[in-house]
């Protein structure tokens, strides 16, 4: 698939969670192209990189976004930071651009709509994707685990972030390779 000059690029946003990874796959801010959640259950690290294969294989999208692990705000175990870097070298590989936001820059952004929280952020990423409002997780109580398919919202503000940096600077921000 090719894109014309001047058309939106196709940004694939990957959020590794300790049982798989969220995904969505966006062409500006507004258009949704697919997103999901895909689990691992054995050789986590191997299969998460056969099913990002796959994704960047079907979708060809022109950048990989991905959490920067060493940024501020990032709490990353060190097997999600292996992975991240995995994925960075995946998709170099595949000579497709990657860059990275910290949760501290997605909180950036999203506090201009007045969202501090995870579960706010998921609330102003599903106004700003109607597709995905039907999967907004509940509030979670701080004795709950994370919702799996929150991971598709950190997902899409990851994806966001970076349309929205990219409008606000006229360039791109966030860690690139």
């Not at 175990?77 to 860059?99: E, H, M, P, Y």
């Not at 409002?133 to 701080?142: E, F, G, Q, T």
């Not at 709950?144 to 972030?161: Q, V």
Request: charged share 25%; proline share 5%.
């Amino acid at each position: 698939m090719s894109f014309k000059a001047g058309n939106p690029k196709r940004v694939l946003a990957i959020d590794p969670t300790p049982r798989g990874f969220g995904f969505v796959v966006l062409e500006d801010l507004t258009s949704v192209i697919d997103w999901g959640v895909k689990s691992t259950k054995t050789s986590k690290q191997k299969a998460t990189l056969a099913k990002v294969t796959e994704l960047i294989r079907h979708y060809q999208p022109e950048m990989i976004v991905l959490e920067a692990v060493g940024g501020k705000g990032s709490r990353r175990c060190k097997r999600i930071q292996d992975l991240i870097t995995s994925i960075r070298s995946l998709a170099k590989r595949k000579n497709v651009r990657s860059g990275s936001f910290s949760p501290a820059q997605v909180k950036r952004i999203f506090g201009t709509f007045g969202a501090a929280t995870k579960h706010q952020i998921a609330h102003a990423v599903a106004q700003q994707l109607p597709e995905l409002a039907s999967r907004i997780p509940r509030y979670r109580k701080p004795w709950m685990s994370e919702d799996y398919g929150m991971a598709i919202f950190d997902a899409a503000a990851l994806a966001l972030t970076y349309f929205y940096s990219r409008r606000v600077s006229g360039c791109e921000r966030g860690k690139q390779s």
